[in-house]
């Protein structure tokens, strides 16, 4: 039925052709995630990201999706794989986070994580409406599971079409997955974060520095937003704020937490300037 659709109307990177092959699909779906919703297994946890410049004012807030009965994460996307149950954690994730968006009139953006398979379905491309106009930024993470979707032309129509609307997204986990450099170079994310792995005794590797200083280089030179990732201790800021990193994230400005809160501000300003 859907190829024969598509083939009627159009490509299914048509924005229209896509919400209506979507709605094909989303009653069943939908069904499914009210009853994630309703079970309350699922809730977030949010941390701030903020400029060093600001420590104040975050730009924002990582929406991280978790499980009452489950806590540790990787299990939770494990389980959900072998399940076939990724798209609708990720989609009950989007709706959990506008829901807070609207209810808190949040002025900060929230970076909500995303599978790269959940943006080539067609029940994630009828969201597009309900995301327009929203304080959303997609975080789409490299999983080493999914890195063939990367190679299939709907993702890049998808991503353009993301921009087409003004939806911003960011490239999650940098340096982990199999192709970090090439994606950013082909995709053009607004947003890149480098994993905490770089961040992690920053202040004593000097190869790391240098790997965060090519990074801050690139996306002044693209355009795009740098932020690291995984900051623990202020010998590790104070060498990202030399190496010109203003966009910081990490345990010393606040674990997740169950509702939005300030991040400490002391460990940018008096501490390390």
Known sequence: MLQVIRKVIGSAG????????????????????????????????????????????????????????????????????????LLEIDLHSINCALKYADSSNSAYHLFINIFPSTLVSDAFLALLDKIVNKPVILEINEANEETTIWNNPLLKKNILLLQEHNIKWALDDVGTGQASIQRIFEYQPNYIKLDKYFSNELSARKEKQKVVTFFVDLTKYMGSHFILEGIEKETDLKIAKELGVRNVQGFLFGKPQKEISHPRSDCCASKVN
């Open 14 to 85: 048509d924005c229209q052709t896509a919400k209506i092959i979507g709605k094909l699909n989303e009653k069943k779906l939908l069904e499914r995630c009210f009853k994630m919703e309703s079970s309350q297994d699922f809730y977030h946890l949010f941390q701030p990201i903020i400029n060093t410049n600001f420590p104040e004012k975050p730009i924002g807030y990582e929406a991280f999706i978790r499980n009452r009965h489950e806590k540790n994460p990787l299990k939770i996307f494990e389980k959900a794989r072998k399940n076939n149950s």
